[in-house]
């Protein structure tokens, strides 16, 4: 089935998973389109980042050949410094995470299974991955939204019944937000619930290209960005 | 006799590394943090049959953008290529873009390095447990994915946790700002990452400072890693830079 319409780009993605941040929430950001995810916080949340490599709080990205090899992201890369941060080594980065002091962390996904599974660290084509912070984090945070392209690149849904690629965490995930639609993970390994479609596509077309079933929620709106 | 771990020289630090040793090496994914000069030692000294633990295996140059002019980073990919690494404990082992293979890819798709996975978080704790004398504990993480397989798992509060054992080393190579001539140490910054962790976990650990100074050069206060765990200190030449420039 071809899209009734165009698909969100990866900034407005970003930018509906930021509405989900509340105030004085402590946020972990994967890398990919979470990343994206600071630029765009709503006026009047403070957020409070977390950071893999030893960091709570920071400034935002450090202008180009301006980095400091002491002051960087999960993603290495170089970040500005600000007022309030902490410094702390592995150990309690993690201690923090699986200790389930993260209020929200954004992630990648290869796949989300119904029942939230998360799919995002191995491609098995590639046959050897990096694994990083994903699992602590699947496992430690209060609250995991997969932050992804509804398909892949051929078109393959990326939103299925079971995942075929090695998990990161089993029923992890309670939101997704994808370039066509906004889903619940319904508790209890209940279903996915699609509660907003982008602009000019509706429940039929987002379902044509999920591999899940959905249920359609009954308050279904399009996605809202402000 | 008043106690001075310094070691004159990063040759004289590490000449004890022996064939076959396991061995921590501090950082995270970029230069920061990373005991450059022990690891060129270490090449130079070369010994092999190596296993290193580590967040990496060799990605500083591939992850590192915006870096500083005349920067170039190093990591334990310079160990990897030289044919000392049999094997690799990390969590990250790999380039991040799938046409750029590091060193360590190359190796270990040609049989030549073992790869033992481990999640990030689970590593660092491994470490800390081992110099906390907790031979094993359970964590939530990887909990029914492939990274669990072959390991025991029990429920705690309604939630699968996996067993995971203390990880130990002969030699820790770890990177500080400053040593006091004790074996305290301080750190800047997002240096610290696996450090701590690693100087806990192995017999002997040698630490890269950018000075060392008289003891009550550093506060009391602020030390980070306590000498405990520090056996040798060795000073970066002051012309190395800040934390990063390498031949």
Redesign the interface.
Known sequence: MTDLAPRLGRDVIAMRVAREFGDGDVVNLG?GIPTLCSDFVPPGVQLMYH?????LNCGP????????????NA????LSPIPGMA?????E???M??GGHIDVTALGALQVSATGDLANW??PA???????????LA??AKRVIAAMEHNGRDGTPKIVPECSY?????GCVSLIVTDIAVIEVLPGGAGLQLIEHAPGWDAASVQSQTEAELEVSPDLTEITLV | MPIDKTVNSFTEAVSDISDGAVLMIGGFGGAGGMPHLLMLALRDQGARNLTIIGNTAGIAAPTGFGWPDGVEPIDHAVLIENGQIAKVIASFPVSGSVSRPNAFEKGFRAGEIELELVPQGTLAERMRAAGAGIAAFYTPTAAGTMLADGKESRVFGGKEHVLEHALYADFALVRARTADMVGNLAYTGTSRTFNPPMAMAAKVTIAEVDEIVEPGGIDPERVDTPGIYVQRIVARPPASGGGMVLP
């Open positions: 890398i950071s893999e490599s030893g960091l990205l450090a202008d180009d050949g301006h980095g400091d090899v002491d002051l960087i993603g290495g890369q170089f410094y702390f080594d592995s150990a980065a993690f201690a995470i699986r191995f491609l590639r046959g050897v991955g990096n694994v990083g912070g994903a699992m602590d496992a430690g090695p998990l990161t965490g089993k």
